[in-house]
C-alpha cells in the first residue's frame, strides 16, 4: 500500500511488534526535526513547550484524558520502567504479572524486586483462553494481602488476547491494590477512554497502532499518583510536577512525540472506527482460516480479539523459545513472511498482525506454509 514504505517483496504481519508508520507522518516528524535543526537554541527555548502542549492536548483529547496526569514517553518499556521504580516496595510486598505478560516489563519488576526486596508472583493464565471471565477470576485469586501492585496488559503480547482490563481493575480495587495497566498494543487498536476507565497507571505506545513515528508513547496517572512519578531520566524538571518533569528529559529527537498528532489525523481520515470493525474483521477471519487448514487450535475467542490472531502452528514435539526463533526466521527465509512464532503454554503459535495494508491473501500465504518442511 503506497501510504507506507513497508518493502514489497515481504508480507509484513507483525504491524504487532513495532508497528509501521505512514509516509505522512514520518515526513511530519521528519519536517519538526528540521525545524529544530534550523536553530537548535531557538526551538528548544521557544518552540519545543508550545509544539509539545499542542501534542499533548490532541493525544488527550484522542484518549479522553485529563492532561494534568498525561505525559509523553518515550515507549511502552519507558513507561512500564517510570512507574515501577518510582513506587516504593519492600521486603514482604508482592508485585502481581500475569503469564501473558511482556516479558521485558516483567524483567523490570523482577529488577524492582532485587533492589526492594518485593517478590514477584506470576498469575498462570490458562490458554487458550475461553472467556474473559476466566482472566477476572485468575487474578482476583491470585490477589493476597501483601499485593501492592497488579501488572496487567491490556492487548497480551504473547497471546494477542484483549484483557477485560475494567473488570480486572474492578476488582483489584476492592482489593485495595493499584493496577499498572500495560496497553502498549491498545491506542488505535481498542477504543480507549481514560476518563472513563479512570486506571491508576495506563501506559501505551503511539508508535504501534496509532501509527506515530518511532519513540512515542504515554504514560497516564491518577492524580494521588502524580506527584511521585519520576521519568527515568531525571533533568531540569525534577521537584517541579509530572509535566515538567517528563517534558524535559534531556535533548532528544523532537520529531517522535510531536508526530502524534499526525498519527492521530491519519487515523481520523480512514476512520478510526471503520479501521477497526475492518480490521477485526480481517483478524478473525484470518485466525479462522489458518485454524481450519492447519487443523488447530485459535488462542482467543472472538470477543477477546482485535487485530492480532493468536492460532496454533500444526506441530507437534517441544514448544521452546529456540525452536520457535528458529521456525520464526526460516518463515521469513524461505516464504518472505515477517511474523512472530511464539512458544506458549506447551505449544508454537503463530500470532499474525492486520493493519490497513495488509489483504486477506497475506493470510491466504501464510495459510499454505507447510510448516513440517520449515521444522526440519
Ligand atoms: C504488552 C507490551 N508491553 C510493552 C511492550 C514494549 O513496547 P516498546 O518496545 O514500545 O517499549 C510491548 C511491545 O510489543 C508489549 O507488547
Redesign the pocket.
Known amino acids: 500500500m503506497s501510504d507506507f514504505i513497508l518493502t514489497s517483496d515481504t508480507i509484513q504481519i507483525n504491524h504487532?511488534?513495532f508497528g509501521a508508520t505512514p509516509i505522512l507522518v514520518l515526513d511530519a516528524a521528519d519536517a519538526w526535526r528540521r525545524k529544530f535543526e534550523a536553530d537548535p537554541t531557538h526551538f528548544m527555548r521557544r518552540l519545543w513547550a508550545p509544539s509539545l502542549a499542542e501534542a499533548k492536548a490532541k493525544l488527550a483529547a484522542f484518549l479522553n484524558a485529563d492532561i494534568a496526569g498525561l505525559a509523553f514517553v518515550m515507549?511502552?518499556?519507558?513507561g512500564a520502567n517510570a512507574v515501577l521504580r518510582s513506587l516504593d516496595f519492600a521486603a514482604g510486598d508482592e508485585i502481581l504479572v500475569t503469564s501473558h505478560g511482556?516479558r521485558?516489563?516483567s524483567k523490570t519488576v523482577e529488577h524492582v524486586c532485587r533492589r526492594t526486596g518485593a517478590t514477584a508472583r506470576i498469575v498462570d493464565i490458562p490458554f487458550p483462553l475461553t472467556g474473559p471471565d476466566t482472566v477476572v477470576d485468575a487474578i482476583d485469586a491470585a490477589i493476597t494481602a501483601r499485593t501492592r501492585l497488579l501488572v496487567v496488559?491490556h492487548i497480551?503480547?504473547p497471546t494477542a488476547a484483549v484483557f477485560p482490563v475494567a473488570a480486572i481493575q474492578t476488582r483489584a480495587r476492592k482489593r485495595g491494590v493499584p493496577v499498572l495497566i500495560?496497553g502498549?498494543?491498545a491506542p488505535g487498536q481498542v477504543p480507549l477512554d481514560i476518563a472513563a476507565l479512570a486506571p491508576d497507571f495506563y501506559i501505551g505506545?503511539c508508535?504501534k497502532w496509532l501509527f506515530a513515528a518511532k519513540g512515542a508513547?504515554f504514560l497516564y496517572a491518577a492524580p494521588q499518583f502524580r506527584d511521585r512519578l519520576h521519568p527515568g531520566t531525571i533533568s531540569h524538571g525534577y521537584g517541579q510536577g509530572m509535566a515538567a518533569e517528563f517534558d524535559w528529559v534531556g535533548t532528544r529527537d523532537v520529531g517522535a512525540w510531536l508526530s502524534v498528532p499526525d498519527g492521530i489525523a491519519y487515523g481520523e481520515n480512514l476512520g478510526w472506527a471503520q479501521l477497526r470493525q475492518r480490521n477485526n474483521d480481517l483478524a478473525s477471519d484470518a485466525a479462522k482460516l489458518l485454524s481450519q487448514v492447519w487443523g488447530t487450535r485459535i488462542g482467543t475467542p472472538d470477543s477477546m480479539r482485535a487485530h492480532m490472531a493468536c492460532v496454533e502452528i500444526p506441530l507437534t514435539g517441544p514448544a521452546d523459545e529456540a525452536r520457535a526463533q528458529k521456525l520464526w526466521s526460516k518463515l521469513y527465509d524461505a516464504h518472505r513472511i515477517q511474523m512472530p512464532v511464539i512458544a506458549f503454554a506447551g505449544a508454537l503459535w503463530a500470532r499474525p498482525s492486520v493493519q490497513i495494508y495488509n489483504r486477506a491473501a497475506d493470510y491466504e500465504a501464510l495459510a499454505k506454509v507447510d510448516w513440517r518442511a520449515l521444522d526440519a
Open positions: 504487532g511488534s515507549n511502552a518499556s519507558d511482556y521485558a516489563v496488559d497480551t503480547s500495560d502498549a498494543h505506545n508508535h508513547a
